[in-house]
């Protein structure tokens, strides 16, 4: 525990960053840790998702594609991940041919550090851009860490600050809940709350590990869930994940190279992301709020 003088301590939500030690297991993106456990075998099913087995899979005709220019999506990236508008303009072109598509991100906030594209930033603006076709896209690219994981604060409260932000974020970023102080997901959580009166909607990848397991050495194991995904949580609904689509063995150019066995919950979210970036179009040309919440 850490104490704060009185006359601070009721202008301080927490202190971070320097009485905790960092996290047991170093936090990577969803998507990376996917493809370390590739086996030989997982890919002999079937020759992998590509937009057009998602289009196909999800009813998405020629005709379901953004059409307003003042529609917008967005995701966000951590950890020192950048994408790179080549692969972008590349995954288009092999995978792209059969419906309107967008080849460039029309946003980058924050800094994209030059240097080798990362996996989970390709795979997600390929994948929302994707489902979520045609619809202009943005990237929020935060450096930095929080304890050494992803500064979600810092990132939040740029959104907080931001008037004009596209309607839909994806994230397929989270954290082991047991690795971060409530102090500090209190916090995060007051951010969300702003978001969601502002009438925006924010996806979590849930993580891969259904509930998950904490391995407890005196005791009984129990569930850990990853945070953000896990904010909020409704004892009325289905808890995590509370949606979900196809999420194994994506196609996914990076670095120019078209890469597959990209699976897990950070392919899935970017896919529902766009599809949610559709439907607020669609509200949007009838005059109708966006989904929001
Ligand atoms: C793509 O979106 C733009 C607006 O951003 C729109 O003018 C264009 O008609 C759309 N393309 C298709 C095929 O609907
Ligand atoms: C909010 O925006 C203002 C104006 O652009 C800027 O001066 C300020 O630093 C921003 N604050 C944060 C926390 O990003
Ligand atoms: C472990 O689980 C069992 C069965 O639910 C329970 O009886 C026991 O008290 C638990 N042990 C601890 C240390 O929580």
Redesign the pocket.
Known sequence: PYTVPAELAEHLDFVGGLHRFPAERTAVSRAAEATKDVGAARAMFHLGVTPSVLRQRYNLTARDVGVLPNNSQACAQFLEQYFHQADLAEFMQLFGSSFAHRTQVDKVVGHQGHGKAGLEASLDVEYIMSTGANVSTWVFSNSGRHESQEPFLAWL??LS??SALPWVHSVSYGDDEDSLSLAYMERVNAEFMKAAARGLTILFASGDDGAGCRHVHSGNHTFRPSFPASSYYNIGGRASPYLAALSDNYWVVTNRIPLPWVSGTSASTPVVAGMLALINDRRLQRGLAPLGF
Do not use: D, F, G, Y
Request: net charge neutral; glycine share 0%; charged share 0%.
């Open positions: 409260l740029l600050n931001m």
